[in-house]
């Protein structure tokens, strides 16, 4: 084999190596893309959008929230919100004002906007482990609270990884799911974008809805954009496609994965509210 053809075969797998490096320990900065302020400034932006600190035991700040439903004696179910992997949870005040918009026979809802860690004026770093222990410790305090009744999950994009694993894990206190824009897991998201890499091989944060799942069995509602370049449709499709309890699917035609219809006058809002409060039993 000539020497200028192994010298550039030399050069090609030292450049791949290289990527591979660089990808294996920076890949969380390619996952997660956190807003940050300071605790004041987050506060003041809640009072002004009307939500308030969702705090824990020990009075820190672990999300938002909304509680005005039900204050009138009315009944009302609690939703908690796992947003995506950009910008903080007080980006996602949509979830909020679409629930409050839904006619009566679709709910009154308390609504629960989580944050991650490393977001928003939250202290420590995302991953896969720290989100979901948080997230876990989260929905516990609310169960503990619940009375017996439901607790009802969304999770978008990223956070649907979040929103399968509580499901999973409480399937008996899960009530139903909503999964916007989500995956079957993020190493096949991983595999669209780089598909010259091993990400399944690299990836520390797999965030697996399929595995999840399986252990649920209760409604779950997926909403898919048909043009998203983030988040294939292809996969959330296939996720509902395996997904084996009750279930439902909303496609938005022309819509990508940053511009889907959330306004509250959006239809699919009690549709989807319809379709998980109808009592389905677990499979």
């Given amino acids: 084999m000539p020497k200028p053809f192994l010298r550039i075969l030399l050069y090609v797998v030292m450049i791949y190596g290289g990527l591979l490096v660089s990808v294996a320990a920076f890949q969380r900065s390619l996952i997660y893309y956190p807003s940050t302020d300071s605790e004041e400034r987050m506060i003041s932006i809640a009072e002004y959008i009307g939500m308030e600190a969702w705090l824990d035991g020990d009075g820190h700040i672990i999300g938002w929230k909304d509680e005005s439903a039900g204050t009138d004696g009315e009944t009302a179910g609690r939703v908690v919100v796992f947003h995506g992997n950009a910008g903080h949870a007080l980006h996602r005040s949509y979830y909020r004002d679409g629930l409050r918009s839904l006619p009566e026979e679709a709910g009154r809802w308390r609504v629960y906007v989580f944050e991650y860690p490393g977001y928003g004026a939250r202290e420590g770093r995302p991953s896969e482990a720290a989100i979901k222990r948080a997230a876990d410790e989260a929905v516990q305090s609310l169960l503990e609270t619940a009375d017996g009744e ?20 409480y399937p008996d206190a899960v009530g139903g799911v909503l999964m916007v824009t989500p995956f079957t897991t993020l190493a096949d998201v991983g595999r669209q974008h780089y598909p010259f890499l091993p990400v399944a091989w690299l990836l520390r944060d797999n965030y697996d809805n399929l595995a999840a799942l399986e252990a649920y069995g209760g409604p779950v509602a997926v909403l898919l954009a048909e043009n998203d370049r983030v988040v294939p449709a292809e996969l959330g499709r296939s996720l509902y496609e395996q997904y084996a309890g009750p279930k439902r699917l909303w496609v938005q035609t022309g819509r990508g994965h940053n511009d889907l219809d959330m306004s509250s006058s959006a239809s699919w809002w009690p549709e989807v509210f319809l379709f998980l409060k109808g009592g389905f039993g677990k499979v």
């Fill in 150 to 169: 439901p607790v009802y999950l969304i999770g978008e994009s990223l956070g649907s990884g979040v929103a399968s694993y509580l499901a999973g894990k």
